[in-house]
């Protein structure tokens, strides 16, 4: 489109106390030949928005530059439909973090006018991709109370789903429990199991179509067009779909692995699992003898919190020896039940279950660690404990032991039969013809296979080093989501739950899902750039086929065709922007972010002879947010640091660095997320792959003779917003002790 400008200045929040507006609308009207310019006490009140508002209906402004607050406030008050819209920090980055009218704080603005109005000049509005045709129906795989849960949430709010369990039956282990945990207040008694009902309501239901004794054979597509082959009745059925929870449950811990409590050893040692079963067949006895069951202890964190078992905490098997402990008691009056715990979590509501249980005379509950387990006399059991709340080593006697074993996800396979796994699809790549590739990580092959998605990465979700199995999300506040866009994960494949939680949990997944096939019919992004609708746009004739966006790409969104092209899947692209940093040919771009127009807001900035200069090229997730963090504390930085907002580190293109150095800038500061999975990038790596591709470029600064120390990353969270402002006075005071950039020159 044909643009016309319009600059804004705001003069609220101490900025026109702070710099001279004035020369900000001489940048903007001489330098950058803007004869729209117009300035307002208060840009965001009625009478300010209605300024903007009068002069995009009358005087047919299209593009809109707002020099106020941060990109982070104010966000609806500036947004204006048809329109393109840049802002342009002046009250975080200059007048709560500087000096009031000095040179370098007017400096400073000015060249934020400049960098803003350049970035405007490059910003196209957004032609979102649209599939010829979008399929809204939901995949669920796994029909247990998560499944189900989830299948119901989508279903009655109107969209088709299909669910699929490889089982005879639904319910799973939810329907093998004999009594379930009260769901409601005042959370004190047990309830029958209801799970019969919800499987009524399932197979009931107009909206699902349920598949048993059946499995995913291969997932393939995209968001919005997924095409599913269910292999079922003895054939393969076929299935479309436009989103995919996973929900394909737990198992118990493997209890023959505790033979130190017991079990294996003594037919009277059971797990919590067997111990639902008897419960169910009416009598609590003893299974060496039959006689009917006295004393019963349950010892808590039976492989759980282990580092030799599970290092986790199960999250059920507090809540499950509690409702069993009542089940001893309505059992028999006159039997006791005794809870050895290292420690007691029964979080939320459920405090009011355990204050319940713990008013009941025959439950002893008491604190301790669990030595041993060996033969009493008459069949009974001996459990030793210490470090007991009263410091003293006990025993307690029972004719029963209850191992609250833990929760394993279904994705987990173990590491022995993940190596034998490997060997085999090695063999198989090599008789299809295929090289394996010795320095692919074991992970992106999981087994056994439940999705078998059709991905250059692998057939299975990914999952995070230490998320013991678990099919956990790649950033630790996204709930749900994974690193294959559209599938979502939900209940105890994602992390240990009781059966309430996990129907929570299948409740968010439902309602993820179908927000995921509503945005991808609209060309949005789903996370966490949810309003994106922008899209990497490819020069295929300027591409060489190197791969390194194929390889790169942390979502799966490039693949290859049968020459090597790279072609995108844009329903599975999260907008991150890695492949346009990845792209030693510039070729990659987006309408409102590329290579040429961060480029060239570098080469707008004034740089002097005399004076320092620094670029921060600053990741919008974390880092933007704890500058803006700082700036609301008043803290101090530095007057030489212009930053530069990028989706994500994982947009460094080498490209930029060499310019700005060329352009006569001191130095460059990156900063971006913690590496790693336990604080991780929005978009998986993005930090460490810009740290891979600075390596290269530092070798290439020492052959310019400039010194490597004048490009640095910094790894920080957005609550390290007090360290922050020390970090980057640190890295100027570096920089001045160096000789100036020998470009400066030229």
Known sequence: MEKKYGVYICKGCDIAETVEIEKLEEVATKANQI??????????????????????????????????????????????????????????????????????????????????????????????????????????????????????????????????????????????????????????????????????????????????????????????????????????????????????????YDANKLGHLGYGANPNVITNIQMEEMAASGAITRPSDGKKAEKVAFIQCAGSRDANHLAYCSSYCCLTSLKQAKYVRESNQDAMAYILYKDMRTPGQYELFYQSIQNDPGVMMTKGEVTGVSEASDGNLFIDLKDTLLGENIRIEADLVVLATGMEANTKIDAEELKEWKVKFDEELKASGGKPDPNAPLEQHKVPNILNLEYKQGPELPGLEEAYGFADSNYICFQYETRRTGIFTAGSVRQPMHMLGSMEDAMGASMKAIQCVEATEKGFSIHPRAWDQTYPEVNLQKCTSCKRCTEECPFGAIEEDEKGTPFHKMSRCRRCGTCLGSCPERVINFKDFSIGMISSMFKAMDVPEEGLRLIGLVCENDAYPALDAAAMNRAKIHPAFRFVPVRCLGNLNLAWIADALSRGIDGMILLGCKFGDNYQCHFVRGSELADERLGKLQETLGRLMLEPDRVKLVQLSIQDYEKLPVILNDFAEELEEMEPNPFKEF
């Open 35 to 252: 004869p729209l310019c117009k300035t307002h006490d208060a840009l965001c009140s009625p009478e300010g928005l209605d300024l903007i508002k009068n002069d995009i209906s009358s005087e047919g402004v299209n593009t809109v530059v707002v020099a106020a607050c941060s990109p982070r406030a104010k966000h609806k008050e500036f947004s204006f439909n048809g329109s393109i819209v840049e802002r342009i920090n002046l009250r975080e980055f200059v007048s709560w973090i500087q000096e009031p009218k000095t040179e370098d704080t007017q400096a400073l603005a000015e060249d934020y006018m400049r960098l803003g109005i350049t970035r405007a000049k490059f910003t196209e509005l957004p032609e979102p991709f649209l599939l010829e045709e979008t399929n809204k129906d939901v995949l669920v795989v796994g029909g247990g109370i998560t499944g189900m849960t989830s299948a119901l949430g989508a279903a009655d709010a109107g969209y088709n789903v299909v669910l699929v369990e490889k089982n005879e039956e639904l319910g799973g282990w939810a329907a093998k429990m004999h009594k379930q945990l009260p769901q409601s207040y005042p959370f004190e008694s047990l309830e029958e199991n209801n799970v019969s009902k919800t499987i009524d309501k399932v197979t009931s239901h107009s909206n699902i179509k349920v598949f048993t004794s059946s499995e995913i054979e291969k997932i393939v597509g995209f968001p919005g067009q997924y095409d599913v082959s269910i292999k079922a009745n003895g054939g393969s059925e076929q299935a479309k779909a436009g989103s995919v929870i996973m929900a394909a449950g737990w198992r118990p």
